[in-house]
């Protein structure tokens, strides 16, 4: 579908046409550096690592390994920006920068839509329509903000923390960065961010955004790198806050290590969710919404529906009409408009997949998958369900991060309250149903940061995101997300 029509010495330009109007250029980079101080720099650690697309096994660019040295520079070139330049801009000045650079952003967007999948294995109509677009909107939504701290803290002194440290995962690459930087900025801190190892592309393409949008030098930094380079941030001295969304593993180990200190702390971590079908449900939205629920963005999502609760009375229905629209499911090129399941991220996270889905089978569920056609290459996972599971079962209890949905099926309400509450994780919820007052009743007894009625994986810059329980603390989105990132005087 993307046609590679040159190479050059150290650029990969790539045209694009299918799913875009028009031809998107796209260009990447042999090879990137970090962006420290406004300037792309050679890393310390002379160590770079391949990024490979996980839909061809090909390595698309190398990137730079940042180590302990180069966060220090990080960290420094954002205490000398806070100091000396973004704590004297005005807050209405803070906004036009934050708005120049949603727009660069609206500007390039077909570029990181395309930049996005190839980095990342998912499909070009959800970079294309829904991360990017999201990603500027948050932009355009903190921007807002800016100048209006006084009114979303009341009778408040409203300060900033200082220097950020903000660390991000690989399932929604710049959509994530977008949901750090830009309250952060808003609210009058620096940043230095470190995307995941797998997905650093186009956070580097908005440090090329960030460096055309005029920003003064050190205000927003990018190290990139693997774990190591994290830690470096989580454990640096002169950071104020650490931002962190990954795995509920990786945030325990950041909560220890910053135990005793005086940094602050927010944490977006894993989910197991529950999605409710009652029987008055209207049944194929919902079925829609189980697809969508567990199967956008391959089950790579936080808060993917990943646990199904279905009442006795429709489940047959229910799951014959989910088997069906499984079985029509396209799988491969992300690249491609008219695939609805792209490429696992990496190697290893499919290697974890199938770990749980033989796991699913030795536990002695049933298991359906459909069976599309698959490419040869790249890194592929079927759709699959488990019928036949226990509430203690390791694949209904644990974080799959993949397209891997467990069923259950529940006679009363009360019942489904209390298997949807039993898990260590409170993220988010689905219910389906045609009366509000059930919806109601449900939502206020359901242990989720959020609970999506008759829709699901709905996202909205104004609307705060975050869980309970082991899926972390701390808000992102709406004027929430903005408490993350400044100190209030009385
Ligand atoms: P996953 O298991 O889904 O890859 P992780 O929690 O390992 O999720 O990764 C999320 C982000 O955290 C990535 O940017 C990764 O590099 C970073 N990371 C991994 N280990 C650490 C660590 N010990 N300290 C700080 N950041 C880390």
């Not at 990969?12 to 031809?23: K, R």
């Not at 966060?71 to 005005?90: G, I, L």
């Not at 900033?160 to 952060?184: C, D, E, R």
């Amino acid at each position: 579908m993307a046609k590679k029509v040159t190479k050059k010495e150290d650029v990969f330009s790539w045209d694009y046409a299918p799913a875009l109007e028009g031809t998107a250029h796209v260009k990447i980079k042999n090879k990137y550096d970090l962006f420290i101080d406004g300037k792309f720099v050679k890393p310390m650690s002379g160590r770079y690592f391949d990024t490979i697309n996980p839909a061809t096994e090909e390595c698309v660019s190398q990137i730079a390994h940042g180590n302990d040295a180069d966060v220090d520079k990080a960290v420094k070139a954002a205490r000398k920006a806070y100091k000396n330049v973004w704590s004297k801009v005005s807050p209405s000045d803070r906004a036009k920068y934050i708005y120049r650079i949603a727009r660069l952003m609206q500007e390039r967007a077909r570029e990181l839509a395309v930049i996005e999948t190839i980095d990342s294995g998912k499909v070009i109509t959800e970079s294309r329509d829904i991360d990017i677009p999201l990603a500027c909107n948050h932009f355009f939504y903190y921007a807002g903000w800016a100048d209006k701290l006084a009114y979303a803290f009341p009778n408040r002194k409203v300060e900033p923390l200082g220097v950020v440290g903000q660390i991000i995962p690989w399932n929604f690459p710049l959509l994530m960065a977008a949901w750090k930087i830009a309250p952060a900025l808003a609210a009058g801190n620096t940043v230095v961010l470190k995307p995941a190892e797998t997905t650093s592309l186009t956070a580097l393409k908005l440090a090329e955004i960030i460096k055309d949008s005029g920003l003064p030098d050190g205000v927003v930094n990018i190290v990139t790198g693997h774990g190591d380079t994290g830690a470096a941030i989580v454990n640096h001295a002169d950071v104020n806050k650490i931002a962190f969304t990954g795995s509920t593993q990786v945030g325990k180990l950041i909560q220890a290590s910053i135990a005793g200190t005086d940094k602050k702390l927010t944490l977006e971590l894993g989910g197991k969710s529950a999605n409710i079908i009652l029987d008055d449900a209207p049944i194929d939205q919902a079925v829609e919404g189980i697809v969508n629920g567990i199967f956008f963005n391959q089950g790579h999502v936080c808060c993917a529906g990943s646990r199904l609760f279905v009442q006795e009375n429709v489940a047959d229905l229910v799951l014959k009409k989910l088997k069906r629209r499984m079985d029509q499911l396209i799988i491969g090129d992300p690249l491609d408009k008219n695939t609805d399941i792209g490429a696992i991220n990496s190697k290893e996270q499919l290697n974890t997949i199938n770990k749980y889905i033989a796991i699913g089978k030795d536990e002695g569920a049933d298991i359906y998958q459909a069976s599309p056609k698959v490419p040869e290459k790249g890194y592929y996972c079927a759709p699959t369900l488990f019928t036949d599971v226990a509430q203690s079962n390791r694949i209904v209890q644990e974080e799959i991060f993949g397209p891997v949905l467990t069923v259950q099926t529940f006679r009363t309400v009360d019942e489904v309250i209390q298997k949807a509450n039993n898990s260590p994780y409170g993220l988010a919820a689905g219910i389906w149903s045609d009366k509000g007052a059930r919806v109601f009743n449900l939502s206020s007894k359901l242990k989720a940061g959020v609970v999506w009625a008759n829709t699901y994986n709905k996202f909205d810059p104004t609307s705060p995101f975050g869980g309970y329980k082991e899926s972390g603390f701390g808000r992102e989105g709406g004027v929430h997300g903005l408490s993350a990132y400044v100190n209030l005087k009385s």
